[in-house]
Antibody, heavy 122, light 110 residues
């Protein structure tokens, strides 16, 4: 079965850095596009960034452009999110999520990880 | 302020039919397909509807989606207590070059 497991979250000071990982299993990771989506405490879903299956096509939300970098290692079935210059408003649960091949839209997400909490606070 | 606009809350009684609206623009809903997600308390979102009106395997046919112009709707018929959750619409936005979500609608089953 498809599993997405995030790790690397925690508490970090403003201006600090953190790298999230998402370990994928149960499917051929190299065939699927992947997102990071976040949810601040008590708030709605916010898209963060997307990477195509080959790692070449990448899109970022304006709120994280220049600070966050998505990458993937298809040989390790792992998705990453490098977060630099963190701000208190980046505090959220971060989900890694898979785009299915059947919908034709990058906005379709068929599997989500359980989420990992990132807290930016002094 | 979300790019896609949803009502913050809706409610209904068991057995009723409720609809949740999602309003967008010419750069998202009008030209791209709409997806709907259900998020139960304390859990990750779940895909409910994709490509405007398609249900993934396992989603009951009580859930249906539609789209017209720059708006979309999610309808839930035969409302059940287990449907109490937050619902989000989402679409790709060609101007922003990314996924846009609605602010979410909290559905209460009275």
């Amino acid at each position: 079965q498809v599993q997405l497991v995030e790790s690397g979250g925690g508490v970090v000071q403003p201006g600090g850095s953190l790298r999230l990982s998402c370990s994928a299993s149960g499917f051929t990771f190299s065939n699927f596009g992947m997102h990071w989506v976040r949810q601040a405490p008590g708030k709605g879903l916010e898209w963060v960034t997307f990477i195509r299956y080959d790692g070449i096509y990448i899109k970022n939300a304006g709120s994280v452009k220049g600070r966050f970098t998505i990458s993937r290692d298809n040989s390790k079935n792992t998705l990453y999110l490098q977060m630099n210059s963190l701000r208190p408003e980046d505090t959220a649960v971060y989900y890694c999520a898979r785009v299915p091949n059947y919908s034709g839209s990058y906005a379709t997400i068929d599997y989500w990880g359980q989420g990992i909490l990132v807290t930016v606070s002094s | 302020q979300s790019v896609l606009t949803q009502p913050p809350s809706e409610s209904g009684t068991p057995g009723q039919r409720v609809t949740i609206s999602c309003s967008g623009s010419s750069s998202n809903i009008e030209i791209n397909s709409v997806n709907w997600y259900q998020q139960l308390p304390g859990t990750a979102p779940k895909l409910l509807i994709y490509t405007n009106n398609q249900r993934p395997s396992g989603v009951p046919d009580r859930f249906s989606g539609s789209k017209s112009g720059t708006s979309a709707s999610l309808a839930i018929s035969g409302l059940q207590f287990e449907d109490e959750a937050d619902y989000y619409c989402a679409a790709w936005d060609d101007s922003l070059n990314g996924v846009v979500f609605g602010g979410g609608t909290k559905l209460t089953v009275l």
